[in-house]
């Protein structure tokens, strides 16, 4: 599997005809560290939380506003999937072809057998200016809640809006 990474995930955005910003910063691995640089005052930023269901048969990727409060037993009912977990350092780079600290809704363009549907928070809808990594933590890619659900539907992935 050929990996994405941002300069991929750029041209990707390019090619498609999709406007977005990019900063370039210290890499952050948390919440914590994208206020820390201020990239909290840019625009909304998303979490984004890789799970599977108990039996390893299905995967989600969750983004949500960076202030959501995610219950992974409410979550799991939501989605249909019954006790969901965060899945493994392997399954991420499996399937996403990230690494922790630098999951983002890009990394469907690494799924090719689109095995990871994407949940968005419906709290998202309309956002004009979300946050989110380019497959790498050193830069963040501005974009809006609009264009984001367009890219990521070009890619072949199944995307939902569910109210977390």
Not at 18 to 32: C, F, G, L, R, S
Not at 103 to 114: I, K, T
Not at 127 to 148: M, Q, Y
Request: net charge negative; hydrophobic share 40%; proline share 2%.
């Amino acid at each position: 599997m050929e990996i994405k990474m941002k300069e991929q995930v750029f041209e990707f955005l390019e090619q498609e005809k999709i406007p977005y910003d990019v900063t370039e910063h210290e890499p952050v691995y948390t919440m914590e560290d994208m206020e820390r640089v201020g990239l909290d005052k840019l625009g909304t930023l998303c979490k984004n939380l890789f799970i599977r269901d108990a039996k390893g048969k299905s995967y989600f990727l969750i983004t949500a506003s960076n202030d959501t409060a995610i219950n992974l037993k409410e979550l799991g009912e939501k989605l249909g999937a019954g006790k969901v977990s965060f899945a493994s350092a392997e399954r991420l780079q499996q399937y996403l072809g990230v690494t922790a600290g630098c999951v983002s809704p890009f990394g469907v363009l690494n799924d090719a057998e689109h095995k990871v549907e994407v949940i968005f928070d419906q709290k998202l809808q309309g956002e004009k200016r979300l946050g989110v990594h380019p497959n790498e933590h050193d830069a963040t890619v501005w974009i809006s809640f609009s264009d984001l659900q367009k890219a990521l539907k070009k890619t072949g992935s199944s995307v939902k809006i569910l109210k977390l």
